[in-house]
């Protein structure tokens, strides 16, 4: 496997930056902030901006727990990329992370760098954005990103074509525990409104008798169960309405739904 490395400060625009120095390289897969990710998905490894602090962020990045390094090594083996960017602040970090894998350490030709990446007035401008705003970007699909980053504010950003496929890239920004702005909780009660309200723009419904949620680390699972008119087509209401609270309450936070469980409880006779 040929290894290679992009460095720069913190800030200045790596990961965003990431896709284009792969299509450029032809580099199959990335190490960046924990993840192992493989032709723009997310196939290994847990985000380093999921830790609460910036030091176990570091040390997240760095692999410096056995399983989080078995996790990455695990992903490699199963997908045998035949090049490989790993991402750091500084090349001594690209070449310790290399080291802690197992890896062939990359030379000096191998050594990429921000700089010779990005402008001046882009790196300002990322460095900005982390700096007033606590931004951060994965290059990785939102609704990938989000079954580590439930309950966190997301932001999917689509960028250049991929030269070979001619395909978009879609890249994520989150704002981590350690950044101010953090991570958020929704009530049952904010969940029960979001359903009534799309059951009433249901044809069909004819009442939400109750709704309930579960957040976890992982998502949310939603359980709500309603009232039908008679004579409408049971399973077609009911899987048309579970894929509009799926749908519009992703849409209306930054949660992972695990799953909607909709229960027909009871018919209403028309007068």
């Known amino acids: 496997m040929e290894v290679f490395g992009l460095s720069g400060k913190s800030g200045t625009g790596k990961s965003y930056h990431s896709p284009e120095v792969c299509a450029k390289y032809g ?27 910036k030091l176990g962020a570091v040390k997240a990045a760095m692999f410096t727990r056995d399983e989080d390094r078995d996790s990455i090594l695990e992903g490699l083996a199963k997908y045998k990329p035949e090049k490989l960017l790993i991402i750091g602040t500084s090349d001594k970090m690209v070449l310790q992370i290399a080291e802690r894998l197992g890896l062939e350490t990359p030379d000096e030709a191998h050594l990429l760098h921000i700089e010779e990446i990005a402008s001046k007035s882009q790196m300002r401008k990322a460095q900005k954005k982390r700096t007033k705003d606590g931004m951060h970007v994965i290059p990785a699909p939102t609704l990938q990103v989000k079954k580590q980053f439930s309950g966190y504010f997301l932001d999917p950003r689509k960028a250049f074509r991929d030269g070979k496929q001619g ?32 059951g009433r723009s249901i044809e069909g419904v004819a009442q939400v008798l109750f709704t309930a949620s579960e957040n976890t680390e992982e998502g949310l699972f939603i359980r709500t169960i309603i009232q039908v008119e008679y004579g409408i087509n049971v399973p077609t209401l009911a899987e048309n309405f579970q894929k509009r609270i799926f749908e519009d309450i992703s849409a209306m936070t930054a949660f992972n739904i695990l799953g909607v469980d909709v229960e027909i409880r009871d018919f209403k006779f028309r007068k």
């Open 27 to 53: 580099i199959e897969a990335l190490i960046d902030d924990g993840l192992l990710i493989y032709r723009n998905d997310i196939v290994a490894g847990k985000s380093a901006k999921t830790s609460p602090t």
């Open 167 to 198: 395909q978009n890239t879609e890249k994520t920004i989150v704002r981590p525990t350690y950044s101010y702005l953090g991570n958020f909780n929704i009530s049952d009660k904010a969940i029960s409104d979001i359903v009534n309200y799309l």
